[in-house]
């Protein structure tokens, strides 16, 4: 069974920077797709920032130029640089990770990690 271990958040002012962790336990298996998504109250889940196995990076147009992932596919990490934070990033952070097809489609992920809670306050 594999399980996805996150920490990293926190509560900040805006304009600080946070970074989140995640890494996936029980399996050594490359995942087709490993990533962020983040929840806010009363929403739903949405794409963060993606890394597929083979293909281009895909990050929300919000958070462009200020949010930076990086997977490692050996160690099956994920890390997730989040700069210039604003109120609205405020969130549940979720790690996700093995799925077919579209990366950005939460609904193919097979497994998620527990939730980072991310506050930012101006």
């Known amino acids: 069974q594999v399980r996805l271990a996150e920490s990293g958040g926190g509560s900040v002012q805006a304009g600080e920077s946070l970074t989140l962790y995640c890494r996936a336990f029980g399996s050594d298996v490359k995942p087709n797709c490993m990533g962020w998504f983040r929840q806010g109250p009363g929403e739903e889940r949405e794409v963060v920032a993606v890394?597929?196995?083979?293909?281009?990076?895909t990050y929300a147009d919000s958070v462009k130029g200020r949010f930076t992932i990086s997977v490692d596919n050996t160690k099956i990490t994920a890390q997730l640089q989040m700069r210039n934070l604003q109120r609205e990033d405020s969130a549940m952070y979720y790690c996700?990770?093995?799925?077919?097809?579209?990366?950005?489609?939460?609904?193919?992920?097979?497994?998620w990690g527990q939730g980072t809670q991310v506050t930012v306050s101006s």
């Open positions: 890394v597929p196995i083979a293909g281009d990076t």
């Open positions: 996700a990770a093995y799925g077919m097809g579209d990366c950005t489609d939460r609904r193919i992920y097979v497994y």
